[in-house]
């Protein structure tokens, strides 16, 4: 980055200082593992013109768009690097992508000439567009109906590449979600369609160049629908969906190119991205094309691609559920005590009690993002489900009371970020993101059923029906929605073991219950010892030995005594729910 150009931090104080310059914003939203980024800062931004007329004409603003997504959704394009023109007040002019210098130089210049002659125009029409969609008023909540799984399904399949696998017919990125609602349909509905979309995507992603099967893990992205040209950067949230979506498949069909995938990309994370210190992982992984085209001999001789050592809550919530359904199914117990060891470094270094932080890179910074919150309750589920601590529910209830009392929307739903006064323009504004909602009520209906709080339960619906008459507009995007949706009038099956946590007998019980592949289901250890209050609350009797409840949501289903007992009952419940569902 050329030291001519004075970049600042986005905070208040700055957009003050431009409004007593006079001076638009220049807003700079990069990533660091985009090619794109680095490209546009080493040249078009050395250009000398181009300095100048920043210098000169506007106030320089630098933001790392995943450590402030905050700012990225108010400002960015949905791709990088961002270049974003703002008013003082911190409202958008416009914005755009990679530009070479002769194009900046120009639209620097428009812009500078446009703040001086018409900046009353802009600031009255920007607050005229504010008024508008301020009149819209307060939307009602639909009613969720259980066709809505329908339309999604029928979405997902519209858009699915039958040729290729994936979705769409130009760039194709994975879509995990997608292919985990998918799977969802076939296993629950034995839907052939979407037997498909499963198979096929997941065949053709392995057997391409997306696929790194050298070091394990999958790119971000192909340019090109057939998987074969890929963009070389690896993000740990991503592969992380992708680990689970290898891992479920591989319980439904079986295939062990399924399973090496999956064993692949739990290798890239524990070798490469995971710091053996902390026990935390990485963001992501740079897009070095010389290194990663290059065969094992070659690389061993070269450096590693960089990677950016940010701890995000998000993604290491998600590597954290990945690996305990990857130490589950795959039997690999040391996997669970490092996704344990993970989980620990989250709730001591970005969980104060309080407050969930986004990020960690040696001290925690932004606070009550929805998304952090909404992840870290999930993996305090799932671990408590795949350890046995009933405990790890404590600070999942308390994270989720501090959202509905602090973030929780008028009309339904959750904001994406606290109420801050200080903030100015659009970041005095809060979204609500459909796909930041899901997970979270997703992990309050699973959260209510293993701390037998149905309030959760409530929040979750009200959630959900805040956008029942919107979602048709964002397609397979919405696939997380969906799987909620479908959760709600698919009650899970929840298998309650009861006895001493310790006992041999217990462990090979939820060994079984957790290592075949039934949609919805929730598994929860209560030890008489340690856990009274979720006992009584179960209603569930003590015997002499250890025992599996099993109930659809809260009607009784019978009791198993043996892990083959326990899986004769689930294969049973199983096979009467699917033909219920045809």
């Not at 400002?75 to 409202?91: D, F, I, K, Q, S």
């Not at 504010?130 to 799984?149: C, D, F, K, N, S």
């Not at 015997?543 to 689930?570: C, F, N, S, W």
């Amino acid at each position: 980055m050329n030291p001519s150009i004075r970049w600042q931090h986005f905070e208040p104080a700055v957009l003050r200082a431009a409004a007593a310059a006079d001076k638009p914003v220049l807003l700079l939203l990069t990533t660091t593992w985009c090619p794109h980024s680095r490209e546009l800062q080493a040249t078009t931004l050395q250009d000398p013109e181009v300095v100048a007329l920043i210098r000169d004409h506007f106030v320089p603003v630098h933001v790392d768009a995943e450590r402030r997504p905050d700012i990225n959704q108010r400002y960015g394009t949905g791709a990088w690097p961002t270049l974003a023109w703002l008013t003082p007040e911190g409202e958008l002019i416009a914005h755009t992508n990679f530009l070479g210098a002769i194009e900046l130089r120009q639209r620097l210049d428009r812009v500078r000439t446009m703040w001086k002659e018409k900046q009353k125009d802009i600031r009255t029409g920007l607050r005229d567009l504010w008024a508008q969609q301020g009149e819209r008023g307060t939307p009602a909540r639909g009613r969720l109906r259980r066709e809505m799984v329908d339309d999604i399904t029928d979405a997902i399949y519209e858009k699915f590449d039958h040729r290729h696998g994936g979705f769409g017919d130009g760039i194709k990125f994975a879509h995990p979600e997608a292919i985990d609602f998918a799977l969802v349909q076939v296993m629950k509905r034995d839907d052939e369609r979407m037997r498909e979309v499963v198979t096929l995507t997941l065949d053709r992603m392995l057997e391409s160049p997306l696929h790194d099967p050298i070091d394990g893990g999958f790119f971000r992205f192909s340019r090109t629908p057939d998987w074969h040209t890929p963009v070389h950067e690896k993000l740990l949230e991503q592969n992380a969906l992708v680990l689970r979506a290898y891992l479920e498949a591989f319980q439904v069909f079986g295939k062990p190119a399924y399973r090496a995938a999956a064993e692949g990309i739990v290798r890239w994370m524990t070798t490469t991205m995971r710091d053996p210190q902390t026990g935390a992982f990485a963001g992501s992984q740079h897009g070095d094309d010389d290194y990663f085209v290059a065969d094992a001999t070659e690389r061993r001789r070269r450096a590693r691609p960089a990677l950016d050592r940010t701890v995000y809550c998000h993604g290491n919530a998600l590597a954290v559920s990945g690996l305990l359904k990857a130490a589950a199914v795959l039997a690999r117990p040391e996997w669970r005590e490092l996704a344990v060891g993970t989980l620990r470094f989250l709730l001591d270094n970005l969980h104060d009690g309080q407050d969930v932080y986004h990020y960690w890179d040696g001290t925690y910074h932004l606070p009550g993002m929805l998304t952090a919150q909404a992840h870290l309750i999930r993996a305090l589920i799932d671990a408590s489900q795949n350890t046995g601590d009933a405990d790890l529910l404590l600070p999942a209830e308390a994270i989720a009371e501090r959202a509905i009392a602090r973030q929780k929307a008028p009309n339904g739903g959750f904001f994406d970020i606290r109420h801050d006064p200080s903030q100015q323009g659009s970041m005095r504004r809060r979204n609500r993101s459909i796909l930041d909602n899901a997970t979270m009520a997703e992990s309050l209906v699973r959260l209510s059923w293993l701390s037998r709080r149905p309030e959760f339960h409530t929040e979750a619906l009200q959630t959900l029906e805040a956008f029942a008459d919107d979602y048709k507009e964002y397609g397979y995007y919405v696939a997380g929605y969906g799987r909620v949706v479908d959760l709600i009038f698919y009650e899970p099956l929840v298998l309650t073991i009861v006895g001493d946590r310790n006992d041999p007998a217990l462990l090979e019980l939820r060994r079984t219950a957790l290592s075949t592949y039934v949609p919805s289901r929730i598994v929860q250890t209560l030890d008489p010892r340690h856990d009274p209050i979720l006992l009584q609350r179960s209603g569930l009797e003590v015997q002499p030995r250890p025992v599996v409840y099993l109930t659809i949501g809260r009607e009784p289903r019978g009791m198993a005594k043996d892990p083959q007992e326990l899986l004769t009952a689930i294969d049973s419940i199983e096979r009467e729910r699917r033909g219920s569902q045809r």
